[in-house]
């Protein structure tokens, strides 16, 4: 679970006994424990409908745990107020599994909303949503609108607004499904270089090129229950609950 | 370059000025401000009038005691005296009256000279006896109830008629005004509900925008400001239109009024506060509208995580 690396930092994703379910429909999780801590990098598996998604979501705080406790950079979710979550959030950058892009909005103004959103200067805002639109390639689609890009198009610029504003923790819900595997090497790279920067990585994904390609802990979800696999061990081999 | 400027070109990330919502919104507040603005010329104008009614009748109140007809002028005389002592008598004992003073033969004179010349002997004629009642300063005398209590004291003393009539003319007005003030508050109480409904119905519609906004960390207040800013410029515009509607009917109303005959309702001028505070209305819309669209948002995403 952890590299040495990681050893010693503080925890930034705290769960203890966490369950989470729909309404009155049975527990998608249950008793989850898992601690991420400052500067890890994991992936996270399963199956199709296994509760990566809803894994996340908890963890980018779109919604609380139905039991059990959540810390998110030291802080209990449950006791945390409205404005003091927002402000937890403005370090968490998501990459959406459906991009969640804003669709009367150019590829410009999606990715400043975080920018914005915390009241960032405009003359800043261009600045950097400019470099990084560049460096994603996407600089010629700058003011056309969300709805009339690719998917690839609109994954970039999903990523590209999960990582603008230099966030402590990165979860991407499957961000390399849409994208060529040229491109998809690069997102990767962009994520290792922000995690070698600091940044905790969590990346939900199928592909198990990816997988192997990197050698990173693995997070694997099955029947709501969570394991933990190091690198180059089969999901067969060492199973070990943790 | 500049044209292709995203920071000048900035959109809002929620479109709240395409929604039809807007424009059911501005057509509410218009209507809203219309009324409004006719009513509460009508209440002003009813102050004015009130006012002007309420400095007549305060201050002073003439009782008349009539005199005792008999074939026996003496005795005649005498009960009418006696009538006059004991109607000032009570007058002197009412809690609003500050001075009384029964007007005497020479100044009786003085009035009626202008009808029955000089020289007359005011003892000899049967002239009804006059009561000068001062009123304490700022008192309001209740004049059917003085009317009453005198009625009961002497047959003969009662209060001047005019008065009378215009203290029921001032109970009426008062009545007129406020129900006129409680139609005030059912409209800014309408629309405000109206406001609160379409903005929790829009928050819905856009709810797939606000919870994206949320995720990269906005607070409430700037979904909340998002909305407010576009209410208050809905209110705004819609306060004008329901004003220009208004202000002709406003007039058309007074032009009415004025071919009353009587000069009542000449009283009933607005005037240059009053236009000034109708005028004002679109800021009153604008504000009312911004200030419970502001709170509806806050309220509604409270519910959210
Ligand atoms: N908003 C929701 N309401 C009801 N059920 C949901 C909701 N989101 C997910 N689920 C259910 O929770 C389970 C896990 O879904 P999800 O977290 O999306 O899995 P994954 O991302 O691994 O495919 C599924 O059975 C799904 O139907
Ligand atoms: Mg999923």
Same mark, same amino acid.
Request: glycine share 6%; hydrophobic share 45%.
């Given at each position: ?10 925890v930034?994703?705290d ?6 379910? %729909? ?5 998608v999780?249950?008793?989850i424990?898992l ?8 992936f996270?598996?399963?199956?199709s409908?296994a509760g990566?998604?809803?894994?996340l979501?908890?963890? %980018?705080?779109?919604?609380? *745990?139905?039991?059990g ?17 927002a402000?937890?959030?403005r370090r968490?950058?998501?990459v ?6 804003i669709d009367h909005?150019?590829?410009f103004?999606n ?11 405009e003359?800043?805002?261009k ?6 639109l560049?460096?994603?390639?996407l600089?010629k ?11 690839g ?10 990582v603008?504003?230099? *966030? =402590?923790?990165l979860l991407a819900?499957e ?5 060529d ?7 990767m790279k962009l ?6 920067l600091g ?7 199928h592909s198990?090129?990816l997988?192997t390609?990197?050698? %990173? *802990?693995?997070l694997h979800?099955? =029947? ?19 | ?8 070109? $900035?959109?809002?990330e ?5 929604d039809t919502?807007?424009i059911?919104?501005?057509?509410m507040i218009s209507?809203? @401000?219309f009324?409004?603005?006719?009513? +509460?010329?009508?209440v002003? #104008?009813?102050n004015? &009038?009130?006012n002007?009614?309420n ?10 005691v ?9 005795k ?7 009538h006059? /002592?004991?109607t000032?008598?009570?007058l002197?004992?009412v809690p609003e009256? !500050?001075h009384? $003073? ?8 003085k009035l009626? /000279?202008?009808?029955?010349?000089d020289g007359?002997?005011?003892e ?9 009642v001062k009123?304490?300063s700022?008192? !309001?005398i ?5 009317? !009453?209590q005198?009625a ?9 008629n ?6 029921k003319?001032?109970?009426f007005a ?7 003030l409680s139609?005030l508050?059912l409209? @800014? ?18 709810r797939?925008?606000i919870?994206?906004?949320?995720? &990269? ?11 407010? $800013? ?6 705004? @515009?819609?306060?004008?239109i329901?004003l ?7 007039? &058309?109303?007074?032009?009415l009024a ?7 309702i000449?009283?009933a001028?607005? #005037?240059?506060? #009053?236009w000034l505070a ?5 800021? +009153? #819309?604008?504000?009312t ?5 502001y709170?509806t948002v806050k309220?509604t +995403?409270?519910k959210m995580?």
């Amino acid at each position: 679970m952890l590299r040495h690396s990681d050893i010693g930092n503080p925890v930034v994703i705290d769960m203890k006994n966490v369950g989470i379910r %729909y309404d009155l429909g049975p527990e998608v999780l249950s008793d989850i424990n898992l601690s991420l801590r400052k500067g890890s990098f994991h992936f996270l598996t399963g199956k199709s409908g296994a509760g990566k998604t809803s894994l996340l979501s908890m963890m %980018y705080l779109a919604q609380k *745990p139905s039991r059990g406790v959540l810390n998110v950079f030291g802080k209990n979710v449950n006791f945390t107020n409205r404005d003091s979550l927002a402000l937890l959030r403005r370090r968490i950058g998501v990459v959406f599994q459906d991009f969640r892009l804003i669709d009367h909005l150019s590829a410009f103004d999606n990715v400043a909303l975080p920018l914005r959103v915390c009241g960032m200067g405009e003359k800043e805002v261009k600045k950097r949503v400019k470099e990084l639109l560049q460096w994603v390639e996407l600089d010629k689609h700058m003011f056309d609108r969300a709805s009339t890009l690719s998917g690839g198009e609109k994954q970039r610029i999903a990523i590209a607004r999960a990582v603008i504003n230099r *966030p =402590d923790i990165l979860l991407a819900d499957e961000p390399t499904g849409n994208v060529d595997n040229d491109i998809a090497r690069k997102l990767m790279k962009l994520f290792i270089e922000l995690n070698k920067l600091g940044t905790t990585v969590v990346i939900a994904t199928h592909s198990e090129k990816l997988i192997t390609d990197f050698a %990173y *802990p693995r997070l694997h979800l099955n =029947d709501g229950n969570l394991r933990i696999f190091m690198p180059n061990e089969g999901l067969r081999g060492g199973m070990r609950t943790i | 370059m500049i044209t292709n400027n995203p920071s000048i070109n $900035r959109k809002q990330e929620l479109p709240l000025k395409d929604d039809t919502s807007g424009i059911f919104l501005k057509v509410m507040i218009s209507i809203a @401000v219309f009324l409004f603005a006719v009513t +509460l010329a009508g209440v002003l #104008s009813i102050n004015s &009038m009130l006012n002007a009614w309420n400095e007549s009748i305060l201050g002073s109140v003439t009782v008349q005691v009539m005199p005792v007809n008999s074939a026996d002028q003496k005795k005649a005389k005498q009960e009418t005296m006696d009538h006059l /002592q004991k109607t000032i008598e009570f007058l002197k004992k009412v809690p609003e009256v !500050e001075h009384v $003073r029964a007007l005497n033969d020479q100044q009786l004179a003085k009035l009626l /000279q202008p009808w029955l010349g000089d020289g007359i002997e005011i003892e000899n004629l049967p002239t009804p006896k006059l009561i000068d009642v001062k009123l304490k300063s700022g008192a !309001e005398i209740n004049f059917a109830k003085l009317a !009453e209590q005198l009625a009961a004291v002497s047959p003969l003393a009662s209060v001047d008629n005019h008065k009378l009539w215009l203290n029921k003319l001032i109970k009426f007005a008062d009545g007129l005004k406020m129900l006129a003030l409680s139609i005030l508050f059912l409209v @800014v109480a309408i629309t405000s509900g109206a406001i609160f409904y379409t903005t929790q119905a829009n928050l819905g519609v856009h709810r797939y925008i606000i919870e994206i906004l949320h995720i &990269m960390g906005a607070k409430d207040t700037y979904v909340a400001q998002q909305y407010a $800013r576009q209410d208050a410029w809905i209110g705004f @515009v819609g306060g004008c239109i329901g004003l220009a509607f208004a202000i002709p009917t406003i007039f &058309m109303i007074a032009g009415l009024a004025d071919q009353i005959e009587g000069g009542i309702i000449s009283d009933a001028k607005l #005037s240059w506060l #009053s236009w000034l505070a109708i005028a004002c209305l679109p800021l +009153l #819309s604008a504000m009312t509208a911004m200030g419970t669209a502001y709170y509806t948002v806050k309220k509604t +995403l409270e519910k959210m995580m």
